[in-house]
């Protein structure tokens, strides 16, 4: 089956800039998750989707950051305006209905400057 | 209470040798335990998992001990080789899985040839 896809894979912004990353779940997969990895660090979560639906998301800056998933299928996360604290690895991850484990993609490095 | 404490934070093993990787865990609710492996420019991977029902599982040359009233659970990794060479994260979750995973800080291993 193929894997989870993730877009683009490197990002430079400057500050104050606006950014937005995709992913595209593995088929049939109705939970997603974004994570956000800082470097050095485990990933940390940043919002859970069942469908399109939120089931998790206290983490999320909600101030900068958001998060849709149309048609309970790909996913995009946005954040406006970046800070140089937003530099990490954005990972997606999904899991299909019947079965604890993740599968992650390779995710975006986010560098903001 | 929903922390995941790891160590070591980075571990050099020669080959042939056992990896251990400990981790310990606040929440009693946490009903799974999985590892996961991450080589650069990767997502995490799933490696081995355990519910708490056990106390030890076994995948290959990869072992999960779990003590459920110590609330810490370890990868054992036997006959270490070069190419386990990786960043290994335990994580736990509730719900048996169902919730999202928080993360540890992540074990840098290292199997010198």
């Known amino acids: 089956e193929a894997g989870v896809a993730q877009s683009p894979r490197y990002k430079i912004i400057e500050k104050r800039q606006s950014v937005a990353f995709w992913c595209n779940p593995i088929?049939?997969?109705?939970?997603l998750y974004w994570y956000q990895q800082i470097l050095g660090q485990g990933p940390k979560l940043l919002i859970q989707?069942?469908?399109?639906?939120?089931?998790?998301d206290s983490q999320l800056p909600k101030d900068r950051f958001s998060a849709e998933r149309l048609k309970g299928v790909d996913s995009t996360l946005k954040i406006q305006p970046a800070k140089l604290e937003d530099s990490a690895v954005y990972l997606c991850?999904?899991?299909?209905?019947?079965?604890?484990?993740?599968?992650f993609g390779s995710g975006t490095r986010l560098t903001v400057v | 209470q929903q922390q995941v404490k790891q160590s070591p934070q980075s571990l050099i093993v020669q080959k042939g040798g056992i990896s251990i990787i400990n981790c310990a865990y606040e929440?009693?609710?946490?009903?799974?335990f999985p590892w996961y492996q991450q080589f650069p420019g990767k997502g995490p991977a799933l490696l081995i998992a355990i519910r708490p029902d056990v106390s030890e599982k076994k995948e290959g040359r990869f072992t999960i001990s779990f003590n459920k009233s110590a609330k810490q659970f370890s990868l054992h990794i036997m006959d270490s080789q070069p190419g386990d060479s990786a960043t290994y994260f335990c994580?736990?979750?509730?719900?048996?899985?169902?919730?999202?995973?928080?993360f540890g800080s992540g074990t840098r291993l290292q199997v010198q040839p």
């Open positions: 929440n009693t609710a946490f009903d799974y």
């Open positions: 994580a736990a979750s509730l719900g048996t899985g169902r919730r999202a995973l928080t």
């Open positions: 088929s049939g997969h109705a939970t």
């Open positions: 991850a999904s899991r299909s209905q019947g079965a604890p484990g993740y599968t």
């Open positions: 989707f069942q469908n399109n639906g939120v089931v998790d």
